[in-house]
T-cell receptor, first 115, second 115 residues
Framework: QKEVEQDPGPLSVPEGAIVSLNCTYS??????FMWYRQYSRKGPELLMY????GNKEDGRFTAQVDKSSKYISLFIRDSQPSDSATYLC???????????????FGQGTILTVHP | ETGVTQTPRHLVMGMTNKKSLKCEQH?????MYWYKQSAKKPLELMFV???????ENNSVPSRFSPECPNSSHLFLHLHTLQPEDSALYLC??????????????FGAGTRLSVL
């Protein structure tokens, strides 16, 4: 079983649709959850960052974490063609002191928003 | 220059060549990373340098040799690579504070093709 599972898609939606992207994980030590967006020919850029369970909203984007179900989601409202990219979920355990917290990534979901 | 810069952006090399990838971060971070990104696979962590010391080597073949001369620069020396090493190589940096999860900032990557 993979430590992080993410549906690779591809996912194609019309402009204005609500998009739901999801990841499940198996390691209960994960406490920090992130979503990265990667445009073609670019590196991943941090989109959302959450700690433990709960919701976080930033403009059209909402990240949800349900630690009891080991399930995280990213919702995109009023999706735009500029949202077309690969979305990567990533997560890490607590990093105490200067010890780095290893990031474990999902496979990435390819999203296309067509006009 | 801002963020994380990688050079070259594209590299084609034969199996007997020796080449190096360069990464420079302008964020004042104290940790740097090399990842391999292959199609339809999650990002694979290769090496981690924390405070200029290598803290992780994820069973990477010896034909990949990292070097971190200071906290701002990271190199990946390549020699006698195999065609299956063709991939996007991403560099990332982060600031380890122990107060929260490890948010990593990525460069645009070097697209490597081994012939």
């Amino acid at each position: 079983q993979k430590e992080v599972e993410q549906d690779p898609g591809p996912l194609s939606v019309p402009e204005g649709a609500i998009v739901s992207l999801n990841c499940t994980y198996s390691n209960s030590a994960f406490q920090y959850f992130m979503w990265y967006r990667q445009y073609s020919r670019k590196g991943p850029e941090l989109l959302m960052y959450t700690y433990s369970s709960g919701n976080k909203e930033d403009g059209r984007f909402t990240a949800q974490v349900d630690k009891s179900s080991k399930y995280i989601s990213l919702f995109i409202r009023d999706s735009q063609p500029s949202d077309s990219a690969t979305y990567l979920c990533a997560m890490s355990p607590y990093a105490g002191g200067t010890s780095y917290g290893k990031l474990t990534f999902g496979q990435g979901t390819i999203l296309t928003v067509h006009p | 220059e801002t963020g994380v810069t990688q050079t070259p952006r594209h590299l084609v090399m034969g199996m007997t060549n020796k080449k190096s990838l360069k990464c420079e971060q302008h964020l004042g971070h104290n940790a740097m990373y090399w990842y391999k990104q292959s199609a339809k696979k999650p990002l694979e962590l290769m090496f981690v340098y924390s405070l200029e010391e290598r803290v992780e080597n994820n069973s990477v073949p010896s034909r990949f040799s990292p070097e971190c001369p200071n906290s701002s620069h990271l190199f990946l020396h390549l020699h006698t690579l195999q065609p299956e090493d063709s991939a996007l190589y991403l560099c990332a940096s982060s600031q380890l504070t122990g107060e929260r999860g490890d948010i990593q900032y990525f460069g645009a990557g070097t697209r490597l093709s081994v012939l």
